[in-house]
């Protein structure tokens, strides 16, 4: 089983900038997609962005032009750089992957790391 650790989140304000990051650790895993969520009070979660299947990334319009998704291969680290933040984007934000053991996919969630944006 695949388990994965955020960190970076806190308290910023407007138009600043945090790094979350988001480690796989586990053994005989391949890693497909890995992708960042959020979920703000009272609200679905919805995607933030992610490294699709097929290769490039995409992002949730919210975000384009503000978040740049990263990773780490060797680590099994996927980062979010989020950058000119808003009282909007206050979120708890939620890894996601999806991997291989064997023949069989899986998907494992993270535990979530709170950011919040606020003077």
């Known amino acids: 089983q695949v388990q994965l650790v955020e960190s970076g989140g806190g308290l910023v304000q407007p138009g600043g900038s945090l790094r979350l990051s988001c480690a796989a650790s586990?053994?005989?895993?391949?890693?497909?997609?890995m992708h960042w969520y959020r979920q703000a009070p009272g609200k679905q979660r919805e995607l933030v962005a992610g490294f699709l299947f097929e290769g490039g990334t995409n992002y949730g319009d919210s975000v384009k032009g503000r978040f740049t998704i990263s990773r780490d291969n060797a680590k099994n680290t996927v980062y979010l750089q989020m950058n000119s933040l808003k009282p909007e984007d206050t979120a708890v934000y939620y890894c996601k992957i999806n991997y291989r053991v064997g023949t069989l996919w899986y998907d494992s969630w993270g535990q979530g790391t709170q950011v919040i944006v606020s003077v």
């Open positions: 586990g053994s005989g895993f391949s890693i497909n997609t």
